[in-house]
């Protein structure tokens, strides 16, 4: 008895490793960043590898390991000072030009749909994790009174010598809309809302939209 419960084991396990199939690509594609509490919406990039196993001919998981830039833009009073012999109470500006690049890792389970024999439409969602690897500030402060203008720049926004680092650990969701054509090209969509984690940090999340087109192989 026991024997045939391993020979059924076996046989189930032969079936299931002969319906899964795993495949490397590549993707490249654009993104469009917004940090909820700024007020500037920016473009970026990522670039990088992915990974997919289907247990089945519908049922997936697909992986990825890219570079991504999600700049974000914001500007707006900063303090008050009192710049005139009245002590009137004006607000010095600032506004800047932020861009954080990460190294991300999502993480989706999918089902895909065949549209036609050359065609497949795939919907994905999922975890996703970010560190941040380097990226450059720009900021710049205008005075109330005579319209001083002050630029300072930050080479490293994840090492910052002044204390004013973003912190560099990123997690969220990830969803995706995609279509494979000829069982190696491919073009989709995706929509990632990610939580900024730590002390140091301009805005608690950030949503990136991407479009990005891959081949797989």
């Known amino acids: 008895m026991k024997i045939r419960i391993l020979l059924v084991l076996a046989s189930l396990l032969m079936v299931y490793n002969a319906n899964a199939q795993f495949r490397f ?12 509490e700024t007020t500037g919406t920016k473009a970026g990039y990522n670039v ?15 992986s990825a390991l890219k570079l991504s830039s999600q700049p974000y833009g914001d500007s707006g009073p900063i303090g008050t000072y009192y710049w005139d012999k009245l002590k009137n109470e004006m607000e010095e500006y600032c506004s800047e030009s ?18 036609s024999d050359k065609c497949r439409l795939s919907l994905s969602a999922g975890p996703t994790f970010g560190v941040g690897l380097f990226g450059r500030g720009n900021l710049k402060y205008t005075g109330p009174a005579d319209g001083t203008v002050e630029k300072e720049k930050i080479k490293n926004i994840f090492d910052n010598e002044d204390g004013r ?25 995706e929509y990632n809302i990610m939580r900024v984690t730590g002390e140091h940090r301009p805005f608690t999340h950030i949503n990136v939209f991407a479009v990005n087109v891959g081949y797989k192989f």
């Open 25 to 36: 690509g590549v993707e490249a594609g654009v993104n469009v960043s917004h940090a909820m």
């Open 48 to 62: 990088g590898v992915t990974a997919d196993y289907s247990f089945s001919n519908n049922i997936f998981i697909e």
């Open 98 to 115: 932020v861009s954080p690049n990460y190294l991300i890792l999502p993480i989706r389970l999918g089902y895909s749909f065949i549209l």
């Open 165 to 189: 680092e973003l912190s560099r650990f990123e997690v969220g969701g990830s969803f995706r809309l995609g279509f494979t054509f000829r069982e190696h090209y491919c073009i989709g969509g």
